[in-house]
């Protein structure tokens, strides 16, 4: 399966925009679903959003606080997901991941692949004036 690294985080203002990138390496992405993660400071990782494989469908999930605001996306020239974050407040200031999921169509989900996700280092968002 392929590797994934993020990257496009950094400093941005209140009511700005950002985009993330999950950048695969090794093999294609396109088989596989991606879920972007976000760990604020003192709180747990959260899943904010997910993206199927063409396969189940391409389709796109949110969290609540995020639906309406970010964007997730599939570049399959570039084998890169993306994360584009407009109207940024400082509640979502974070450590941003994304992971390889897997579409379970029972839970109409992505849930993890295995029970020890292979975290990667992150990308630090911090919205702030």
């Known amino acids: 399966q392929p590797q994934v690294e993020e990257s496009g985080g950094g400093l941005v203002q209140p009511g700005g925009s950002l985009r993330l990138y999950c950048a695969g390496s090794g093999s294609s992405l396109s088989s596989y679903s991606v879920g972007w993660f976000r760990q604020a400071p003192g709180k747990e990782r959260v899943k904010i959003a997910c993206?199927?494989?063409?396969?189940?469908?391409?389709?796109?999930r949110y969290e609540s606080s995020t639906q309406g605001r970010f964007t997730v996306l599939r570049d399959s020239a570039t084998n890169t997901v993306y994360l584009q974050m407009n109207r940024l407040t400082p509640e979502d200031t974070g450590v941003y991941y994304c992971?390889?999921?897997?579409?379970?169509?029972?839970?109409?989900?992505?849930?993890?692949?295995?029970?020890?996700?292979?975290w990667g280092q992150g990308t630090q968002v911090t919205v702030s004036a």
């Open positions: 993206i199927t494989s063409a396969g189940s469908g391409t389709k796109t």
């Open positions: 992971i390889l999921m897997k579409w379970v169509p029972t839970s109409r989900r992505c849930e993890h692949r295995t029970d020890d996700p292979p």
